[in-house]
């Protein structure tokens, strides 16, 4: 720091303390949407920057999903808590679902939130000076997310303004990490303080171990006398040197490895042991089911395991606390980190019989065939389905790729032809708050700025990330992606949900399931009129190729690209039709 920031003379408030202790704690970035409870944060950002001091980078969103989902992209490949500044009980309500989303992604943030002033005769200074000071002050505004927080906190004295935040850090970066929530009103940020520094290496999170050695070697032997194994994982790439041990391991013992709603690349989609992205798959035929890393395995009203299967499950969530009720079956649980485990098993000293691990290998690529997934039909009239789009993006992957994906309803196609195989390549979301991929998008590429950063997004759920706010800053603040938008004319995950409850109902036979809420839509020109990206509406599979190519082109070049393609529509329903009946 500066000798200026050192003086005893100058005023340091809450606020500036704050910035500054964020700033030497690693945080980079500070995405906000500023209020009526920020004069202290306006100010210390002016004094700051007048001081040549170093602060975060300010980001300001127009919309707080952009402002959560952008730092829950770039704690996804930094692993680190960025810092999301809002605006009272309002500002915090803005963020919605992205508040589900970090939490059930286990990713790292700090938000903060002001308080309503409560002194009314100006004898403090930020005490009451609008109306709105009496309309916006709740009782329990932590409640609002509380459910979802690892910690909720209030800044009541500017002396404890560093160490509450390096608690916090300390509570988030811990495994399983999540989110916390600070809140102070507006004359606690406006006080001073000469509080000495903490010492940083005195609030480190808390590590990981492994499992003990009879455990371990129990459950080596199980793995090695079974002749089905099977890996289920969701989040174990989030340490991109799991997936390289997990391969190790795979490779020596003969280990089916299933991915399924994978939140990041946790095994090469194009190894031999890798049988694809489908839930349920071989549940009822392994004898013994390892969950690694994952929240929901298989759905128990879909399949069965067989009675005889062994379970072992190993996480760094095991119980799921932050869930209403959650179980499957395991005769041994841990709670430990993934990569220590594994490294641990890879370095064991074990004889593989070779007459049973071909077995198991001869299994595993019996299961591949007989779970190829179909080709679709081609369509006519130069259409465009949901197999050749995706095979047309797996076109454009290279080295340099970061995919962020969010269509829930393609998973399996897209993923199936993308094979994604390097760790830290690929990105999705561990909750269901849809309106994730293209705000998160921001933050990975902050956090890589070298990444071709392209985003695969359904309609609906490009709808929900309020894209006249993405656009916008990916433009101001030179961040830019290349946004696949897949529109089939509405949202599909409730047709799906409905025909899974009601496989030959009404809605079926009448092709009314009101979910038609983009049909004649124009997505990516919201991205154009927000932030002057390059739009483009592709209905013709004959034109898809070249506009891909072209797009990625320009984003190479700095400038965002959406992409609307149109696909085969999901309902021919017309909604507000006042002369539509049922048949």
């Given amino acids: 720091m500066s000798n200026e920031m050192n003086s005893p003379d100058l005023h340091v ?55 959560l989902s952008a730092a829950h992209g770039h704690a996804l490949v930094s692993r680190r808590a960025q810092m999301v500044l809002v605006h009272v009980d309002v500002g915090t309500q803005n963020l919605g679902g992205s508040v589900h989303n970090a939490a059930r992604s286990r990713v790292p943030a700090i938000i903060v939130a002001g308080l309503s002033p409560v002194s009314i005769n100006g004898e403090r200074l930020g005490s009451r000076t609008e109306f709105i000071h009496y309309t916006q002050d709740t009782s329990r505004q932590n409640e609002i997310v509380a459910q979802y927080m690892k910690w909720c906190y209030e800044v009541r004295d500017a002396e404890m303004t560093d160490q509450v935040l390096l608690r916090g850090l300390q509570i988030a970066h811990t495994e399983p990490q999540g989110p916390i929530y600070l809140t102070g009103a507006r004359e606690v940020w406006e006080e001073t303080t000469q509080a000495p520094p903490q010492t940083l290496s005195n609030w480190r999170p808390s590590k990981q171990a492994g499992i003990n050695p009879e455990d371990l070697a129990n459950f080596d032997k199980a793995l090695c006398a079974s002749k089905r194994p099977l890996i289920i994982t969701s989040y174990l790439g989030r340490q991109t040197d799991s997936v390289k041990r997990l391969v190790e391991l795979a490779d020596q013992i003969g280990i089916a490895v299933c991915e399924v709603n994978p939140q990041y690349v946790n095994f090469p989609g194009d190894h031999p042991m890798h049988i694809g992205y489908r839930r349920n798959t071989l549940i009822d035929e392994a004898d013994l089911i390892w969950m690694l890393d994952i929240d929901v395995p298989w759905i128990v009203s879909k399949v069965q395991p067989a009675s ?15 869930m209403g009720f959650w179980h499957f079956p395991a005769e041994q649980s841990w709670q430990a980190d993934s990569l220590t485990v594994l490294n641990q098993l890879v370095g064991m000293p074990r004889h593989i019989d070779e007459k049973a691990r071909t077995q198991r290998i001869e299994w595993i690529q019996s299961s591949k065939a007989k779970l190829a997934m179909p080709d679709l039909p081609t369509p006519g009239n ?31 196609r897209i993923l199936h032809a993308l094979r994604m195989r390097r760790p830290g390549s690929y990105f999705a979301n561990g909750g269901s708050g849809l309106g994730w991929s293209i705000n998160a998008a921001i933050g990975i590429k902050l956090s890589q700025p070298e990444a071709d950063v392209i985003t695969i997004v359904g309609d609906g759920s490009y709808v929900f990330g309020v894209p006249s706010s993405t656009y916008w800053v990916a433009a101001t603040y030179q961040v830019p992606q290349l946004t696949i938008v897949i529109n089939n004319g509405g949202w599909h995950a409730p ?38 990206a390059h739009a483009f509406r592709v209905s013709n599979f004959s034109e898809l190729a070249s506009t891909l190519e072209q797009s990625i082109k320009t984003v190479r070049q700095g400038q965002t690209c959406v992409v609307e393609v149109m696909t085969l529509p999901i309902s021919a329903q017309v909604l507000g039709d006042k002369n539509e009946t049922s048949p």
């Fill in 308 to 322: 005889a299967t062994r379970f072992f499950h190993l996480d760094i969530d095991t119980l799921k606390a932050s």
């Fill in 13 to 67: 408030t809450a606020a500036c303390k704050l910035l500054l202790e964020a700033a030497r704690s690693g945080i980079e970035f500070i995405f906000t949407n500023l209020g009526s409870d920020h004069p202290a944060f306006i100010e210390a950002f002016a004094t700051l920057a007048a001081s040549n001091e170093r602060m975060p980078e300010i980001i300001i969103c127009p919309h707080e999903m952009t402002a």
């Fill in 495 to 532: 047709k799906v949900s409905t025909l899974l409850v009601h496989p030959q109902g009404r809605a079926l036979k009448s092709d009314q399931f009101w979910i038609t809420s983009t049909r004649n839509s124009r997505l990516a020109d919201i991205a154009a009129a927000a932030g002057g």
């Fill in 382 to 412: 130069d259409a465009i389905n949901i197999q050749q789009l995706s095979n047309a993006i797996a076109q454009l992957v290279n080295d340099q790729t970061v995919v962020a994906f969010e269509a829930p309803t393609a998973t399996d």
